[in-house]
């Protein structure tokens, strides 16, 4: 059992969850995931390990409650436990592995999109442990949205922040401000990694192919069972089948088939969203009796 040791709400629709998985902690890398079970009956839920700290021994988890057991894991309180938390898995950002004097001579963008921005974090913090620079643009539809700036701050060589209704930071999408950086301000980039919605990815991957910019995207969303065994996470990558928990999480965006990745994203969005509202009715206290009382 894995004792949640810190519970936050970020903002609307999303949590913050530090949990003692020693072992997890130990080994996990950037851009690697874990399975979660909120109890013994619990759907497996894959998750994107958000921060670790070896020395503490915890895994940091940031949870977007969109469906039935995402709902039943964010229920939890602090101190309560978790059934399983089982990791790390995936392969590691590529840059983990490769030579570090290499990898000092690139400047990376990170471009983050809601939930997509915990993830990001890990990756931001490795990179500036090894002397890496690395500018971050992080997105929202509106100021009460964004997650994680203060701590982006401390590792990001600079923080930009794109608001849609241009409550904070530059006025409109994060592909605006791309274009604003690079054609306006002359910046150069070496690689961009852009984690986020699947359209707010497709997007980024389009605006970065006009510039020739090496473009990383993170399908993490299209998992289910995280082991290559439902099938479920299939997506086409430069004409060939992948599988996004064993063959990444991480693709070339310049390579991904985003419209069929987007068409497999919504294939269970009604059932998740008949599954949630049955989840909420039982956690107020409501029970359907519909058949019942015959």
């Not at 070896?54 to 940031?62: D, K």
């Given at each position: 059992m894995f004792e949640i040791l810190e519970k936050k709400y970020l903002t609307d629709q999303i949590y913050l969850m530090k949990v003692h998985a020693p072992r997890i902690a130990q080994s996990a890398l950037p851009g690697q995931f874990v399975i979660v079970r909120s109890d013994e009956f619990g759907e497996r839920i894959p998750l994107t390990i958000s921060d670790y700290?070896?020395?503490?021994?915890?895994?940091?988890?940031?949870?977007?409650?969109?469906?039935?057991?995402t709902l039943k894991i964010c229920a939890r309180a602090e101190g309560e436990r978790l059934a399983d938390v089982a990791g790390p898995l995936g392969?590691?950002?590529?840059?983990v592995h490769e030579p570090i004097e290499e990898v000092r001579r690139r400047r990376y963008l990170f471009v983050a999109g809601g939930v997509g921005t915990a993830p990001v974090y890990p990756q931001v913090k490795w990179l500036h442990?090894?002397?890496?620079?690395?500018?971050?643009?992080?997105?929202?539809?509106?100021?009460?949205?964004?997650?994680?700036?203060?701590?982006?701050?401390?590792?990001?060589?600079?923080?930009?922040?794109?608001?849609d209704d241009g409550s904070e930071?530059?006025?409109?999408?994060?592909?605006g401000l791309i274009k604003e950086l690079v054609e306006k301000q002359g910046e150069h980039y070496d690689v961009c990694v852009a984690i986020g919605p699947m359209v707010m990815m497709k997007f980024v991957a389009l605006t970065t192919k006009e510039y020739g910019l090496k473009t990383i995207v993170?399908?993490?969303?299209?998992?289910?069972d995280g082991t290559g065994?439902?099938?479920?996470?299939?997506v086409t990558v430069g004409g060939r089948t992948r599988f996004t928990c064993v063959d990444g999480p991480e693709f070339d965006g310049h390579e991904v088939d985003f419209d069929e990745a987007m068409r497999r994203q919504g294939m269970y969005r009604t059932q998740e969203q008949r599954a949630a509202a049955i989840e909420a009715e039982r956690a107020?206290?409501?029970?359907?009796?519909i058949g019942l009382d015959k």
């Open positions: 700290d070896a020395a503490e021994g915890s895994v940091t988890l940031v949870i977007q409650t969109i469906g039935a057991s392969r590691p950002s590529d840059f442990d090894h002397g890496v620079r690395a500018d971050v643009i992080i997105g929202a539809k509106t100021r009460s949205l964004l997650i994680y700036t203060d701590l982006m701050r401390t590792v990001a060589d600079r923080l930009h922040i794109a608001t930071g530059y006025h409109g999408m994060v592909t993170s399908l993490n969303a299209l998992m289910v065994m439902c099938g479920a996470c299939r107020a206290g409501h029970v359907c009796r």
